[in-house]
């Protein structure tokens, strides 16, 4: 029995005769020839490229929302995606085998005639043309042309007009046929062939013309997408001619007729098909994001650019996610990102300079659920329009000052002393601090903040309603005892950056920072919502992650951890959620709340667990809330991204505290509050 090895073997041989037999009357050097196929008779046997086996191709990455179906945007350099033969209609399967090469069940990767006619053509003319390919041979052509791995001058002998490079084309073809199935060689040509109008592969080619799943094409659609292939860009019915795309068409269904894969009926009827064409375009990057997802999707990329899993730089990674093929589960929740995008716009309209940027995080696993804000994500055209990251940070956008937000990482690093809930402390409207202080409005060279509303705040008070009543020097008395060292710390280990270099150089040496407290820093929605987070989930913090799932182009996933780690011991998180739900109108477990600065938030709840915190900066500068359950955290910071010395104004407090709670009803999926233990409450 003749082995697979020596009829691919003979195969060639039998090339290279027909080859040396047509030199004598062609103007192809006679060395050239004898030398080349000499030179490939003693190679036959080496290893065939790996890349013609499975071929590396570019293929665009999907991103989807949290329910894998919602889709957000692709990344591309060029459109395509792999399909499986299954995956495309037969009638298209068909359709390209009789537009390029209706023997090619027959032969084995080069057509003798067909190569002995392009041959006797090419002597004639002096110069070797590209007639008589099959599928096999265009098959081993696109791959080295567009294979990614190789050099451009590699790249560029692939199609290179020579006798050399039409040889090696045939000596890998023969060597391909005796690798792969037909319908393996069929799948990957479908794969990789180009089409036109910037559509990679079938899959790409039926959604672009069509918008149609290659599965579902009918013998009209079929018979005019291979009818492309010859001249894909001349012949395309979006970006080319229609009429020579129709000329094409009906040349392809009476090549099926010859072929006998259809009738005469079949292809008249099919002749007679009026189509339809889409033109549809697939949305790539960030700024043709559906919806209202350029924000998040933003954030998203800046992510994976840190991922050393996807290459060693950002500029490999960054490939890897235009040229990877992989599909991307987000954690975006499409409803919550509508409500949030929805509330932010209530409070400030597109045109509206100032902004209210609102993020929302799911606790114990950091994963992002919306981010939104009233702006377009898009090129700045407009006021309604930008790319910078408003609601996550980065890319030079360090944030905004939260106000008495940070009061949190105060009453957390006193419960960490070993301090309980009930510390009482006699709040004046002013206080005189420790700290020596050289700016405006210090008293005698020294630090002392005051109260907002000496009426309501002064007095005798607990961290339970000091807290809920937002009292400033009950929270700079407080730091006083503990430290700012340790509240700093505190605020890192929940994760709060200092990206301000400012603050980064002041958190350096925080020891008289008696205004740490008060929310001075610059923070984002997202890095609050995070911080907040870590109090939700009893203590474990996790970094924000945009990412449920990825799953690579062969199918298998690629692992995404959490990261996550307990920084806080749960009594000391229970007891600051008890504190916190005094500002949002709600009961400690002792009874002890008795008036918050958000009470509206009981109302939006009912009888649902909330806790959560204003913060206003000095003139009303930011307004800010957040809120938080033991399933979502959501925050929002008004402010005027541009001049920071536009302050947004008091008014605003109580929209921004509704819009922000109403996002977070949407996100929260109930569940009750643990309370403290008597230890962390009353210190017993």
């Known amino acids: 029995m003749i082995s697979s090895s020596r009829r691919a073997l003979g195969r060639l041989g039998g090339v290279l005769v027909l080859v040396g037999a047509l030199v004598g009357v062609s103007a192809i050097p006679v060395g050239a020839v004898l030398m080349a196929g000499a030179h490939w008779n003693e190679k036959q046997r080496a290893e065939l490229p790996a890349q013609l086996l499975d071929p590396p191709a570019a293929q665009l990455t999907r991103i989807y929302a949290n329910d894998g179906k919602t889709l957000i945007t692709t990344f591309y350099d060029e459109d395509r995606h792999d399909v499986t033969l299954d995956q495309i209609a037969p009638v298209m399967r068909d359709a390209i085998v009789a537009a390029e090469d209706t023997r090619f069940y027959d032969h084995g990767g080069v057509d003798l ?46 199609t290179q007009d020579t006798p050399g490079r039409k040889l090696r084309e045939i000596q890998y073809a023969v060597e391909l046929e005796n690798r792969l199935s037909k319908a393996q060689i069929l799948r990957n040509y479908l794969n990789v062939v180009y089409f036109g109008d910037g559509a990679y592969g079938i899959e790409a080619a039926a959604r672009h013309i069509f918008g149609a799943d290659p599965a579902r094409l ?52 099919a002749a007679a098909e009026k189509l339809t064409f889409s033109g549809r375009v697939q949305p790539n990057g960030c700024v043709d994001a559906s919806g209202e997802d350029g924000f998040f999707c933003d954030y998203f990329q800046r992510w994976w650019d840190a991922q050393p899993q996807f290459g060693a730089t950002p500029a490999e990674r960054a490939d890897a996610l235009r ?26 309209g597109l045109t509206n300079r100032k902004t ?18 009233n702006r377009h994500y898009g090129v700045a055209k407009k006021t309604t329009d930008t790319v910078n990251p408003l609601v996550s940070g980065g890319a030079g956008v360090n944030g905004y000052p939260s106000g008495s ?18 510390t009482g402390f006699d709040s004046p409207a002013k206080l005189v601090t420790e700290w020596p202080d050289d700016g405006p409005g210090n008293c005698d060279g020294k630090y002392c903040p005051g109260n907002a509303n000496p009426a309501w705040m002064d007095g005798q008070r607990t961290m339970w309603d000091a807290f809920g009543r937002s009292v400033n020097t009950y929270f700079v008395h407080l730091e006083e005892q503990v430290g700012p060292a340790a509240v700093v710390a505190m605020a890192k280990r929940l994760g709060v950056s200092f990206s301000n270099p400012a603050d980064a150089r002041l958190a350096g040496n ?60 749960p009594e000391i998180a229970r007891a600051a959620t008890d504190a916190a739900r005094c500002p949002v109108g709600q009961q400690s477990s002792a009874g002890t709340c008795n008036g918050g600065t958000a009470e509206q938030i009981a109302g939006l709840f009912g009888g649902r667990d909330v806790a959560g915190k204003t913060g206003t900066t000095e003139d009303s500068r930011t307004e800010t809330f957040v809120g938080f359950t033991p399933t979502a955290v959501a925050a929002g910071i008004a402010n005027d991204p541009v001049n920071p010395s536009d302050l947004v104004g008091s008014a605003v407090e109580a929209r921004v505290v509704t819009a922000v709670g109403r996002t977070l009803r949407v996100a929260d999926g109930g569940g009750r509050f643990t309370p403290p233990s008597d230890g962390a409450a009353y210190g017993r």
């Open 113 to 158: 005639k067909g190569v002995a006619r392009a041959l006797v053509k090419d002597a004639g003319s002096g110069s070797a043309e590209q007639g008589a390919s099959t599928l096999t041979m265009q098959l081993v052509r696109n791959v080295l042309k567009e294979d990614p791995n190789l050099t451009a001058a590699e790249r560029a002998e692939a």
């Open 356 to 373: 209210l940027p609102i993020a929302v995080v799911q606790p114990g696993t950091g994963k992002v659920l919306a981010l939104a804000v």
């Open 323 to 348: 040229r990877g093929g992989y599909s991307i589960v987000t954690t975006l929740d499409p409803a919550v990102q509508k409500a949030a995008a929805k509330q932010s716009r209530e409070v400030y």
């Open 218 to 269: 009918d013998l009209a659609q079929a018979a005019l997408i291979a009818g492309i292939v010859q001249s894909p860009e001349a012949d395309n019915p979006i970006g080319g001619d229609r009429a020579k795309a129709r000329e094409r068409q009906l040349y392809v269904l009476g090549a099926l007729v010859k072929a006998g894969k259809i009738t005469e009926a079949q292809r008249r009827a």
């Open 510 to 569: 925080p020891d008289s920072w008696g205004s740490f407290t008060l929310g001075v820093i610059d923070t984002t929605p997202l890095e609050l919502a995070s911080a907040y987070a870590t109090v939700a989930a009893e203590g474990k913090y996790c970094a924000p992650l945009p990412v449920a799932s990825i799953t690579g182009p062969d199918g298998k996933r690629v692992p995404v951890a959490e990261n996550c780690k307990q920084v806080l011991d």
């Open 405 to 422: 937000t940070f009061k949190m990482f105060t009453m957390l690093a006193a419960l960490e002393a070993g301090m309980p809930l009930n």
